[in-house]
């Protein structure tokens, strides 16, 4: 600790003689100090003389020897002076550790007054000569005691933080010291009642009243202990007793539970549960089992290890963790603290494994947002992590929040002049990353109802990238399954289409069936060319029959080219997809015309091979709308790509295909499931294969996982299932969601369930910055003082939409503000009815995204006259 730190002598382990070195010098030294006025308590402080009689009863019950009393008189004297002596802001704090010793007059034991002398004689010693340092500074002791400073209190002997510095002797091979520090954290336990030793906090602390205990700190104190007498064998004995001690208490008095086992009292006087006492427990008593083969507490470690694995969820909010059960955030070393605990059991446990690469990750992600219609002026905002906001608008002063997370409401005073005011959100979280947004504006409309009759300029938003959400749907056996498919929430299917080689139009029969897909289902058609044409005449005839196909199916969205090519292939195949999508191209614009890429098969070889072919015919780039991958099946090999490799297509696609890389289609994703007995009949091809099948319930997480990355990858368009039925007829894998029979596989909740969010841009994306587009915006010719203006919007995604009636010079004389679902069918919106002047007026429409929001997209009508 520096100057005046104490040096203890004579064996710490035995609770006698606690010297102190110089100790007749320190007697005589008090008795100077205290002189006749101190005998006669004259001019003692009350803390002072609590202290002393607290000494003195000790003395005199024989928990404490002369030499002992004599020191403590000393230091307590010397404690006196330094209050009275030193300014406020130091003196103060002695005063705290004094009245601290004070307040076990009557229950003074020798440990105790081992450890509060100390804690005392640590205090006089710093502010004798310094002000108060910041909290939780640690100090030490001669021996390596710690004492850790609480801000307003003093320096207070802390169990946890000496047995983390036993921890790292021992970590460092630093025999002596470690000899040293134990011998004087064992001089310091406490006999408690029922047996064990416990190591006591000194002070108050969230209600509960001192002494009192940490489950956490006796499970370190085990580990530590057992630890010890590896490093220093001539101490062994003595180690694995105070180690055995040390555990002893857990299971009689500092265990609670929770729902799936026992958890550890981070306080003796609390149940709440923490985290990063239960796992730091868990890491401290397994190696105290295995050091002292101590089977009952392998038992109970494995018991709170399964609590804890069964129980990480309630302490995860996707975005950040809690401390506790009661829902407080952690604070970010905690948190640190938490992952570095985790990364310890990893090894051992793969649920730890999957939870420490997830709460890593939050130190690394910037805060995410979602918005709500909030009341006149206000802005209804969520938040995903602990962050400090700003608000700023040019209606009012800049407001600055500290939100632990979750919904809040600003309100801003409405601006006295009409007017449309943007506002910026941004938010900086506990670990510095930084993340901002427009929210939509804050209007206030003019009373005026004459506008000038000059024309109005229109205000046409600039050109934004708002790549809808992507759409989730699954490849169908016949148009027939379509409204299954519709009923479980997805909005596209695939379906496979074979060209009759020479054919130049599609046959009746398959237009009929494409045209049975129900409304609102978009369809991904797979158009299997086989052989491939490599002469100009077959290539030309298989672009008319692509392009009479977009033509008659207006519900077509995706037309990818089967099947994949090869490296070999590639210069034929690039030449027929050209020739398909300038002839889709001219006949439509609602067709992205792409290449399916085979996962298994030399992916990016064959992205790169396709790229020098689409040069090679002098065509410039785009070359292609969509970029279809159909994943390799799990385990891959290195040069295979899965979903998981959407990123390395990404690039690959870019460097391949002109520099900007398409949008991304996973088509194909695949997971057998078992099939229960019950339902084998309907496989009439036979029991189909059980290699690599997993149990609904998994098939369901795994497509779900998938299709929530997708939401959060804005390159990925889509996501198609391998089958949304397992065929009755074909022998395959059962990957469908939809036994063969017809019944639906308890993965299908699973899909249902997350389909919807994403199609809808309502998945929280950390990171993401989304814009929301309208996919419909209809208006009226004219407007009227006499009617109410109504129009018809939707969004591509979730938003939250402001449209004004804008008169001459851009002054808003109506407003109103909503909400929408995203792909939903078009709503209308109505405009307060309000007493026009002369035109024109423009009806101005700003869109935000409910989820993620990025840029406020502004769109405006045509000039419209007043009818």
Same mark, same amino acid.
């Given at each position: 600790?520096?100057?005046?730190?104490?040096?203890?002598?004579?064996?710490?382990?035995?609770?006698?003689?606690?010297?102190?070195?110089?100790?007749?010098?320190?007697? &005589?030294?008090? #008795?100077?100090?205290?002189?006749?006025?101190?005998?006669?308590?004259?001019?003692?402080?009350?803390?002072?003389?609590?202290?002393?009689?607290?000494?003195?009863?000790?003395?005199?019950?024989?928990?404490?020897?002369?030499?002992?009393?004599?020191?403590?008189?000393?230091?307590? #004297?010397?404690?006196?002076?330094?209050?009275?002596?030193?300014?406020?802001?130091? @003196?103060?704090?002695?005063?705290?550790?004094?009245?601290?010793?004070?307040?076990?007059?009557?229950?003074?034991?020798?440990?105790?007054?081992?450890?509060?002398?100390?804690?005392?004689?640590?205090?006089?010693?710093?502010?004798?000569?310094?002000?108060?340092?910041?909290?939780?500074?640690?100090?030490?002791?001669?021996?390596?005691?710690?004492?850790?400073?609480?801000?307003?209190?003093?320096?207070?002997?802390?169990?946890?933080?000496?047995?983390?510095?036993?921890?790292?002797?021992?970590?460092?091979?630093?025999?002596?010291?470690?000899?040293?520090?134990?011998?004087?954290? =064992?001089?310091?336990?406490?006999?408690?009642?029922?047996?064990?030793?416990?190591?006591?906090?000194?002070?108050?602390?969230?209600?509960?009243?001192?002494?009192?205990?940490?489950?956490?700190?006796?499970?370190?104190?085990?580990?530590?202990?057992?630890?010890?007498?590896?490093?220093?064998?001539?101490?062994?004995?003595?180690?694995?007793?105070?180690?055995?001690?040390?555990?002893?208490?857990?299971?009689?008095?500092?265990?609670?539970? +929770?729902?799936?086992?026992?958890?550890?009292?981070?306080?003796?006087?609390?149940?709440?549960?923490?985290?990063?006492?239960?796992?730091?427990?868990?890491?401290?008593?397994?190696?105290?089992?295995?050091?002292?083969?101590?089977?009952?507490?392998?038992?109970?470690?494995?018991?709170?290890?399964?609590?804890?694995?069964?129980?990480?969820?309630?302490?995860?909010?996707?975005? !950040?963790?809690?401390?506790?059960?009661?829902?407080?955030?952690?604070?970010?070393?905690?948190?640190?603290?938490?992952?570095?605990?985790? *990364?310890?059991? /990893?090894?051992?446990?793969?649920?730890?494994?999957?939870?420490?690469?997830?709460? #890593?990750?939050?130190?690394?992600?910037?805060?995410?947002?979602?918005?709500?219609?909030?009341?006149?002026?206000?802005?209804?905002? !969520?938040?995903?992590?602990?962050?400090?906001?700003?608000?700023?608008?040019?209606?009012?002063?800049?407001?600055?929040?500290?939100?632990?997370?979750?919904?809040?409401?600003?309100?801003?005073?409405?601006?006295?002049?009409?007017?449309?005011?943007?506002?910026?959100?941004?938010?900086?979280?506990?670990?510095?990353?930084?993340?901002?947004?427009?929210?939509?504006?804050?209007?206030?409309?003019?009373?005026?109802?004459?506008?000038?009759?000059?024309?109005?300029?229109?205000?046409?938003?600039?050109?934004?990238?708002? /790549?809808?959400?992507?759409?989730?749907?699954?490849?169908?056996?016949?148009?027939?399954?379509?409204?299954?498919?519709?009923?479980?929430?997805?909005?596209?299917?695939?379906?496979?289409?074979? !060209?009759?080689?020479?054919?130049?139009?599609?046959?009746?029969?398959? =237009?009929?069936?494409?045209?049975?897909?129900?409304?609102?289902?978009?369809?991904?058609?797979?158009?299997?060319?086989?052989?491939?044409?490599?002469?100009?005449?077959?290539?030309?005839?298989?672009?008319?029959?692509?392009?009479?196909?977009?033509?008659?199916?207006?519900?077509?969205?995706?037309?990818?080219?089967?099947?994949?090519?090869?490296?070999?292939?590639?210069?034929?195949?690039?030449?027929?997809?050209?020739? =398909?999508?300038?002839? +889709?191209?001219?006949?439509?614009?609602?067709?992205?015309?792409?290449?399916? =890429?085979?996962?298994?098969?030399?992916?990016?070889?064959?992205?790169?091979?396709?790229?020098?072919?689409?040069?090679?015919?002098?065509?410039?780039?785009?070359?292609?709308?969509?970029?279809?991958?159909?994943?390799?099946? &799990?385990?891959?090999?290195?040069?295979?790509?899965?979903?998981?490799?959407?990123?390395?297509?990404?690039?690959?696609?870019?460097?391949?295909?002109?520099?900007?890389?398409?949008?991304?289609?996973?088509?194909?994703?695949?997971?057998?499931?078992?099939?229960?007995?019950?339902?084998?009949?309907?496989?009439?091809?036979?029991?189909?294969?059980?290699?690599?099948?997993?149990?609904?319930?998994?098939?369901?997480?795994?497509?779900?996982?998938?299709?929530?990355?997708?939401?959060?990858?804005?390159?990925?368009?889509?996501?198609?299932?391998?089958?949304?039925?397992?065929?009755?007829?074909?022998?395959?894998?059962?990957?469908?969601?939809?036994?063969?029979?017809?019944?639906?596989?308890?993965?299908?909740?699973?899909?249902?369930?997350?389909?919807?969010?994403?199609?809808?841009?309502?998945?929280?994306?950390?990171?993401?910055?989304?814009?929301?587009?309208?996919?419909?915006?209809?208006?009226?010719?004219?407007?009227?003082?006499?009617?109410?203006?109504?129009?018809?919007?939707?969004?591509?995604?979730?938003?939250?939409?402001?449209?004004?009636?804008? @008169? *001459?010079?851009?002054?808003?004389?109506?407003?109103?503000?909503?909400?929408?679902?995203?792909?939903?069918?078009?709503?209308?919106?109505?405009?307060?009815?309000?007493?026009?002047?002369?035109?024109?007026?423009?009806?101005?429409?700003?869109?935000?995204?409910?989820?993620?929001?990025?840029?406020?997209?502004?769109?405006?009508?045509?000039?419209?006259?007043?009818?």
């Amino acid at each position: 600790m520096g100057q005046g730190s104490i040096e203890l002598t004579g064996p710490p382990s035995r609770r006698q003689g606690f010297l102190v070195r110089g100790l007749a010098v320190l007697v &005589a030294v008090s #008795a100077a100090l205290i002189g006749t006025s101190a005998s006669s308590g004259s001019s003692l402080l009350p803390s002072q003389k609590t202290a002393l009689n607290a000494v003195g009863k000790a003395l005199k019950n024989g928990r404490i020897d002369a030499p002992t009393a004599a020191s403590a008189r000393a230091e307590i #004297a010397r404690a006196a002076r330094l209050i009275r002596g030193l300014p406020a802001g130091r @003196g103060s704090h002695v005063a705290v550790a004094l009245s601290e010793l004070a307040a076990f007059n009557g229950r003074m034991t020798e440990p105790r007054m081992l450890a509060l002398l100390g804690q005392l004689k640590a205090n006089d010693d710093y502010f004798a000569v310094h002000w108060a340092p910041a909290d939780k500074t640690d100090i030490t002791d001669s021996d390596g005691i710690v004492y850790r400073y609480f801000a307003g209190r003093c320096f207070e002997f802390h169990p946890l933080a000496d047995f983390g510095a036993l921890n790292a002797r021992i970590a460092a091979g630093d025999a002596a010291g470690t000899e040293t520090l134990a011998d004087a954290l =064992i001089a310091r336990s406490v006999f408690q009642h029922g047996g064990g030793y416990g190591w006591e906090y000194y002070f108050d602390f969230s209600g509960g009243r001192a002494p009192w205990l940490s489950g956490m700190a006796q499970a370190v104190a085990a580990q530590a202990f057992s630890r010890a007498a590896a490093l220093v064998p001539a101490r062994k004995t003595a180690y694995l007793r105070a180690a055995k001690n040390a555990y002893e208490l857990i299971p009689r008095q500092l265990l609670t539970s +929770v729902a799936a086992g026992p958890w550890i009292r981070l306080y003796a006087f609390q149940s709440l549960p923490v985290l990063n006492a239960q796992l730091q427990t868990v890491v401290s008593l397994h190696d105290y089992a295995t050091a002292t083969q101590d089977t009952a507490a392998a038992a109970l470690a494995t018991r709170m290890q399964n609590a804890a694995a069964a129980s990480l969820s309630r302490f995860d909010t996707g975005y !950040w963790t809690y401390y506790s059960l009661a829902h407080d955030p952690s604070p970010l070393d905690y948190q640190q603290y938490v992952v570095q605990l985790l *990364a310890k059991l /990893a090894p051992f446990d793969t649920r730890f494994a999957a939870a420490r690469t997830r709460i #890593a990750a939050y130190a690394k992600q910037p805060p995410a947002f979602m918005v709500a219609n909030g009341g006149l002026g206000a802005l209804r905002l !969520w938040v995903s992590k602990p962050s400090t906001v700003v608000i700023d608008t040019a209606a009012g002063p800049s407001k600055r929040l500290s939100l632990d997370g979750g919904w809040t409401t600003v309100t801003n005073k409405e601006p006295t002049r009409p007017g449309v005011y943007p506002v910026r959100v941004s938010a900086t979280d506990w670990a510095g990353n930084h993340a901002s947004f427009d929210a939509l504006p804050i209007v206030r409309v003019a009373t005026a109802t004459t506008q000038k009759s000059a024309a109005r300029k229109t205000a046409d938003a600039a050109t934004v990238s708002t /790549a809808p959400p992507p759409l989730i749907g699954a490849a169908l056996d016949d148009p027939s399954q379509g409204p299954l498919a519709q009923k479980l929430g997805l909005r596209a299917v695939r379906l496979g289409i074979a !060209w009759p080689p020479g054919a130049t139009v599609p046959d009746p029969s398959v =237009i009929a069936a494409l045209q049975r897909v129900p409304a609102g289902l978009s369809i991904v058609a797979e158009l299997a060319a086989s052989p491939l044409p490599t002469d100009p005449t077959g290539q030309s005839a298989l672009a008319q029959y692509a392009a009479s196909l977009a033509q008659q199916v207006p519900q077509l969205r995706d037309l990818l080219l089967t099947p994949a090519p090869t490296p070999q292939a590639a210069p034929a195949y690039a030449a027929a997809l050209l020739a =398909i999508r300038d002839a +889709v191209e001219a006949v439509t614009t609602d067709a992205a015309v792409g290449p399916l =890429i085979d996962g298994a098969v030399s992916p990016k070889a064959t992205l790169t091979a396709l790229g020098k072919a689409f040069t090679a015919s002098g065509r410039a780039a785009p070359f292609v709308d969509v970029v279809a991958l159909r994943p390799a099946p &799990a385990p891959a090999a290195t040069s295979q790509w899965t979903e998981a490799n959407v990123s390395q297509l990404t690039t690959a696609a870019a460097a391949a295909l002109g520099g900007t890389a398409p949008p991304v289609l996973i088509d194909g994703l695949a997971t057998p499931t078992t099939v229960p007995a019950a339902e084998l009949p309907a496989y009439a091809g036979g029991p189909p294969p059980a290699t690599g099948a997993v149990s609904p319930a998994l098939q369901g997480s795994t497509y779900a996982a998938t299709i929530t990355s997708a939401a959060c990858s804005p390159n990925v368009a889509g996501v198609i299932l391998d089958r949304l039925q397992d065929s009755a007829t074909t022998l395959g894998p059962p990957t469908g969601i939809v036994y063969a029979g017809g019944n639906v596989k308890p993965s299908a909740a699973a899909v249902t369930a997350a389909a919807g969010p994403a199609q809808r841009g309502s998945v929280v994306c950390p990171g993401l910055a989304a814009s929301a587009a309208a996919s419909t915006f209809t208006y009226p010719p004219t407007v009227s003082s006499s009617s109410a203006t109504v129009f018809q919007l939707a969004c591509t995604r979730d938003c939250l939409y402001v449209a004004t009636l804008d @008169g *001459a010079g851009g002054k808003p004389v109506a407003a109103v503000r909503g909400a929408l679902t995203g792909g939903a069918a078009p709503a209308n919106v109505t405009l307060p009815k309000v007493k026009l002047g002369a035109g024109p007026y423009t009806i101005d429409l700003r869109l935000s995204a409910q989820v993620n929001p990025g840029t406020v997209i502004q769109q405006s009508s045509d000039p419209l006259s007043v009818g």
